[in-house]
């Protein structure tokens, strides 16, 4: 499969369900550490250090489920799939720190998370709901051309 120019609204939907439970499987568990009644502050410990691994590979999820999208439909003006686009080769080829993409014109200013060519990415559960709910807008805004099937 080389690109994809457009998405199923069905398959949008599958993927955005399957986000949503391992984000509600991550506020389970914080949500369960917080009922804790014995010390505390080793678990709280513990999730914050496990947050932003948890969510910046989760980006890399939402990256890899439409990763045949064609990068011509896609654009290249900083929208969230842009976005994620950029966050992903940042994490897997800068040792987490955001680097520029020549090709595409991600400003801090104008993007979902702010982040700024050198910042270490460190998404948090917000940060991580705020990029998924854009990447998934802009997925169906541009990509999502087909209707769910009667």
């Known amino acids: 499969m080389l690109c994809m120019n457009n998405y199923e609204q069905g398959y949008i939907n599958e993927c955005r369900e399957r986000v949503n439970a391992q984000l509600s499987a991550y ?10 009644q014995t010390n505390t502050k080793p ?3 513990a999730i914050d250090t496990f947050e932003p691994v948890f969510f910046n590979n989760m980006v890399l999820l ?3 489920l ?9 654009g290249k003006d900083g929208n969230p799939m842009n976005e994620v686009r950029v966050i992903c080769n940042s994490l897997l080829n800068n040792k987490g720190k955001l ?3 020549k090709s595409i014109k991600l400003n801090p200013a104008n993007s ?5 060519v050198g910042d270490e990415i ?5 940060d991580f709901k705020r990029l998924s709910d854009g990447f998934f ?3 169906e805004n541009v990509f999502g051309l087909i209707p769910v099937a009667e």
Request: proline share 0%; aromatic share 4%.
């Open 27 to 36: 506020r389970n568990l914080a949500a369960a550490i917080d009922q804790t």
């Open 43 to 45: 678990l709280h410990e």
């Open 62 to 64: 939402l990256d890899q």
């Open 66 to 74: 439409f990763v045949h999208r064609s990068r011509v439909i896609e």
């Open 99 to 101: 680097i520029a993409d």
């Open 112 to 116: 979902v998370l702010g982040y700024k």
């Open 122 to 126: 460190n998404l948090t559960e917000t």
């Open 137 to 139: 807008a802009a997925v």
